[in-house]
């Protein structure tokens, strides 16, 4: 590492790049571009020097000079991969073996001069790929718009003041805050920090975090790694807080730098996709293996050779569900889009498959069971009874009584202390703006700013009064918060937080007018009565400290200091909450609530959710810290509801322990820390609102709304996405396997051969064409809460689908091969037979599109009109067919002709024999589910 001595620079390049040197392509430089130069070295410049070059100051820039500069150096953001377009898309449709197979055959038909095969098969193709284009071309648009959805924020002091704005509108020399669970936003010079740790692994490969030191200066030729007093775009804040001032932005970033590398990453497939494409070679293999075998049995009958290859190719072509790739993308999309308008945002499809196996969501309770409104409504002074807090936590409206009313003068005393050091161990932030309060920061720290304006304590007072001179800030393993204040001429710490962490920190409790040695049974029982009633507590303690010239501010010089007091904070639960638990509860899925509240807090809001029943289902950090081995951790999750006092690094324990007992685990996170928990998890959930980069770039799910009804809604349009990929896959499998069993009929039967190639390729394209893609709009069928989770392992083709696949296909392959048989021997010619037949398939597969929309429930109980587009698609395909009778050069090619009224009607009650059986089926099986169901109530 090369470290300059403060103030020395070793290198003699320019301070700055030439005016206009940074600008955008494409964008104009204003008239004072010139003001604007980007420092080359900040590594190797105090941090007061880049501060003057980028004309800033700690205070951040103006709103005026910030939307300036905003115009001369574009938006910090990276060029984005295009999309391919849609010529490179529907050339995509073309490369499929399954395609060149149909090319071999059209050439086979030019040099056989058979012109109108050629052209029809020709014409196939092209539709395929138009249809394909539309629907992958409108998935692939619609999955760029939901991840534009999620943006990244950042918080930038302007003018002083901290505000968050979206991480694009940050310019060079604002000065931005970070906090750990963050992505740097651009490359920074490092003003202050504390305890900053940062990942690089982006940068550098380097998977330990390296911790920041802003005071140091290094050689220009220093790596990436070694430059500790930067911060650079892209890399994650593990630990710690820190302020820098942005020295470069998009383009000009290191990431900037290897934008290209990064950018250049192709988007995996979701396994879903990945098993399916395996299943349909698979099916390829089998369906071309008996396609060689009925073209075998056909030479054998003697039939030109010619027409045994155009056969073969037809017919594995049309039995082969090529277009299910396509369609399950389509049908992954549909649920992607039905979820975002629930507040779910998927970013990786394999949730939407996973969603349908969940057996229990492991939930944060603050934001997402709650409103994420914290107000203080409680104040609970040592030995004292309990004050009111009236008012809410929006807004500084209200005051503070006493049990008898107004405080008096000495008891006013008492709460102007505890308001003190309210807002000064305190990060938020609350002003009143042009347009009423504004305010951000921690729930906790904005909710006591609030409670410290009713009592007429103002943040901004107060510091000025007494400034401050170090803070140790709040991290979920540390539980406290703490700054450090000159006071009279002394050093006074002021610290909040959980009160387990503040006692040992304190040796006497407030009194009314003085101090009393503490009594550690009675502020706790005092805390305990206050957790009792579904107050969070927060405890308050202030003293005076010694700090040596050199010694830096830590928790080891909190000692000796006075307990305060008490502030009891209420977040009232969303009310949407129960009624989310209990459709869980129905659903078959457990819910467990995660908090780092008080247990007596944990408990409260529980039993008002009906998670739990009785404290035996609570279990605490501590108690899991006790744990000795995997065992002991599994028998105390098995039987839990509530988890509390857990810190952040449990969590991981805590779903993996729950996987070992046999659950499917979503988990719920907003924290950095939470990152493992939600990489572990089967489905991880991190919130849009509160949740850090590190969650939401760690889940597979994103919650715009922070709501645990949106993670409900998740798993129902999830149950729905999943039933919708096995109706299609249904759909295409049994109709191409009724297919396969028309021809074996035929072939063993030695009849003539049902269906010409081209009527194959006509009947694949009018009834598949349209419907498949229908099916993935299917809306619920309104029980996908009333089930129980599908089993992790249950294949997609599983045994229902193998044993419906089977009957439907004997159905309607040996109702037409006897339909066939039947035309023949009465005399129609061979091209009647087939017109009749082909008739007849495509009259099958347009019923059979309705009984694909759903697995056990009648045909007959679903609205056609839920579905406005299957019902319309099937129409329109039925009437293709019948236009295509009555137009000259079609009806030439496929052979086929108008067919008599009566013949119609004999066709279709044919073909209502598979609605029939099918609807038997479905009776018989709910009828056998039901009874093994009150033999099983019985035992």
């Keep these: 590492m090369h470290v300059l001595e403060h103030g020395h620079c070793a290198d003699a390049e320019d301070n700055a790049k030439p005016p206009g040197g940074c600008r ?83 050439l086979v038909s030019l040099a056989i001069r058979e012109w109108s095969d050629a052209g029809f098969i020709c014409a ?29 924020r950042s918080r930038v002091l302007r003018e002083g003041d901290a505000h968050e704005c979206d991480a694009q509108e940050i310019v060079p020399g604002d000065i931005v805050l970070l906090e750990s669970g963050e992505r740097v936003p651009a490359d920074m010079r490092l003003l202050t920090s504390h305890n900053l740790e ?64 990064v950018l250049g990453k192709s988007p995996t497939k979701a396994p879903l996709l990945v098993r399916m494409e395996r299943f349909t070679h698979r099916i390829a293999l089998l369906i071309g293996g008996i396609a060689l075998l009925m073209a075998g049995v056909a030479l054998a009958h003697g039939m030109p050779l010619d027409e045994i290859f155009l056969l073969a190719v037809a017919l594995a072509v049309s039995a082969i569900p090529e277009g299910l790739p396509v369609a399950l993308t389509v049908a992954l999309a549909i649920g992607m889009r039905r979820m975002a308008r629930r507040h779910v945002i998927v970013r990786r499809l394999l949730a939407v498959e996973a969603l349908g196996s969940c057996t229990f969501i492991a939930t944060d309770k603050t934001g997402t069971l709650t409103i994420n409104q914290l107000t203080a409504c409680r104040i609970a002074f040592p030995g004292q009874e309990h004050w009111e807090v009236t008012g809410n ?52 720290d904005v909710a006591l700013l609030v409670m410290a304006h009713k009592a007429g304590v103002a943040q901004a007072e107060a510091v000025n009064t007494m400034p401050e001179i170090a803070t140790i800030p709040f991290e979920s393993e540390r539980l406290f918060s703490a700054s450090l204040n000159g006071k009279e001429g002394a050093q006074h710490a002021f610290v909040k937080g959980a009160l387990e962490r503040l006692l040992p920190m304190c040796s006497s409790m407030a009194a009314t007018g003085g101090t009393l040695a503490l009594d550690h049974s009675q502020v706790e029982r005092q805390a305990q009565l206050l957790a009792s009633q579904g107050y969070r507590v927060i405890a308050l303690a202030a003293g005076a400290i010694e700090l040596g010239p050199q010694e830096v501010f830590s928790e080891e010089h909190l000692r000796q200091l006075t307990l305060i007091g008490l502030v009891g904070m209420i977040d009232p639960l969303r009310p949407e909450a129960k009624a989310a638990v209990t459709a869980c509860r129905a659903a078959g899925i457990r819910v467990a609530m995660v908090t780092g509240d008080h247990p007596a807090t944990a408990y409260a809001i529980a039993s008002e959710l009906e998670l739990a029943t009785s404290p035996e289902e609570v279990v605490t950090g501590p108690q899991l810290k006790q744990a000795t081995d995997a065992a002991a951790m599994d028998q105390l999750t098995r039987g839990a509801r509530v988890f509390a006092r857990v810190e952040p ?30 990489r572990a998890a089967q489905v991880g959930v991190a919130m849009g609102r509160s949740g850090t980069d590190v969650a939401r770039e760690t889940a597979d799910l994103i919650i715009t709304d922070d709501n645990f009804a949106s993670i409900v809604a998740g798993v129902e349009e999830g149950r729905v996405a999943y039933a919708n990929v096995r109706k299609v896959i249904f759909l295409l499998i049994s109709t191409g396997a009724a297919e396969l069993v028309l021809f074996a009929l035929a072939l063993l039967a030695n009849l003539p051969l049902p269906l010409l190639a081209v009527q194959l390729l006509w009947l694949n394209l009018v009834t598949n064409g349209i419907q498949d893609v229908a099916l993935a709009f299917e809306p619920g069928e309104g029980n996908e809460l009333h089930s129980p989770p599908r089993k992790p392992q249950e294949p997609i ?88 009778m009555y137009t000259p050069w079609i009806s030439d090619v496929l052979q086929i002709q108008p067919i008599s009224p009566q013949h119609w009607v004999i066709l279709l009650g044919l073909a209502l024999t598979v609605l029939v059986v099918m609807e038997i089926d479905k009776a018989l099986r709910s009828w056998l589910e039901a009874h093994s169901s009150q033999e099983r109530q019985v035992e």
């Design 124 to 152: 196939v193709l092209l539709l395929n790929a138009i249809i394909g284009t539309a629907q992958e071309y409108s998935a692939q648009r619609a999955a760029t718009a939901l991840q534009q959805l999620v943006s990244m």
């Design 649 to 678: 690094q449990q969590k991981l324990n805590i779903v993996r322990s729950l996987q070992r007992n046999g659950h499917f685990v979503a988990v719920s996170g907003d924290g950095a820390n939470d990152a493992p928990a939600l």
């Design 797 to 884: 083709f599983n045994r229902l689908m193998i044993e419906r696949v089977v009957l439907s296909a004997l159905v309607i392959g040996s109702v037409a091969f006897l339909l066939f048989q039947l035309l023949l021997e009465r005399g129609y010619s061979i091209d009647q037979a087939r017109n009749g037949t082909l008739m007849l398939m495509v009259l099958f597969e347009n019923i059979h599109v309705f009984n694909s929309r759903s697995e056990n429930l009648s045909a007959f109980r679903h609205n056609p009109m839920r579905n406005p587009l299957l019902l319309f698609g099937t129409v329109v395909a039925q009437l293709i067919h019948i236009g295509a």
């Design 393 to 444: 936590s929006l807004e500084p409206a209200g005051s503070i009584l006493t049990p008898q009313g107004a405080p008096l003068p000495e008891e006013e005393q008492l709460l102007g202390w505890l308001c003190q050091t309210a807002v000064l161990a305190n990060e938020g932030f609350l002003a009143h703006r042009d347009h009423g309060w504004v305010q951000h920061g921690d729930a906790v």
């Design 198 to 261: 940062v990942d690089e692994s982006l940068l550098t490969g380097e998977s330990i975090e390296v911790f920041k030191r802003p005071d140091e200066l290094y050689l220009a030729e220093s790596p990436l790694g070694d430059r500790l007093n930067m911060a650079f775009a892209g890399t994650l804040v593990s630990r710690g807080r820190a302020r820098g001032v942005v020295t470069g932005t998009a383009l000009h970033t290191e990431l900037g730098h290897i934008a290209s590398a």
């Design 24 to 106: 955008m392509k494409g964008q104009s430089s204003p008239s004072s571009a010139a003001s604007y130069p980007l420092p080359l070295t900040p590594h190797t410049k105090p941090a007061e020097e880049m501060l003057a070059i980028l004309q800033s100051s700690p205070k951040g820039l103006s709103h005026a000079e910030a939307d300036a500069r905003l115009q001369h150096y574009g938006r910090n953001a990276l060029p984005t991969a295009k999309p391919p377009g849609i010529v490179r898309v529907f050339l995509h449709q073309f490369a499929s073996p399954l395609i060149y197979v149909l090319v071999a055959a059209a």
